[in-house]
C-alpha cells in the first residue's frame, strides 16, 4: 500500500525557492540572451510571478518592463561600496 506522503510527484519537492525582492530593491535581470541582462530598480509586484521593474531605455530614458520573478537576482555584494 502506498502512503499518502508519496503521492505527490517528485518534481514538487525539488523546487527551489526563488529570491523576492521588495519594491525599490536593486536587482540585477537576466533575460535570454546576454543583450538583456542588466540592473534594474523593483517597482512593484505584478500578477503570474511577474514583478514591474524600471530600468534606462535605449535612449537614456527610464522605461517600466513586466519581468518574470524567477529572471530577478540578488545585485552581487559590495558592487556600490
Do not use: C
Not at 503521492?7 to 519537492?13: D, G, K, N, Q, W
Not at 517597482?43 to 534606462?56: C, K, L, W, Y
Amino acid at each position: 500500500m502506498i502512503r499518502p506522503e508519496h503521492t505527490e510527484p517528485r518534481a514538487m519537492s525539488r523546487a527551489k525557492a526563488h529570491w523576492l525582492p521588495n519594491a525599490g530593491t536593486v536587482a540585477a535581470y537576466r533575460g535570454r540572451s546576454s543583450k538583456t541582462a542588466r540592473n534594474v530598480r523593483v517597482i512593484a509586484e505584478a500578477s503570474g510571478g511577474r514583478m514591474v521593474v524600471e530600468a534606462i531605455g535605449r535612449q537614456g530614458v527610464p522605461v517600466r518592463l513586466t519581468v518574470k520573478q524567477e529572471n530577478l537576482v540578488p545585485m552581487q555584494p559590495g558592487l556600490f561600496d
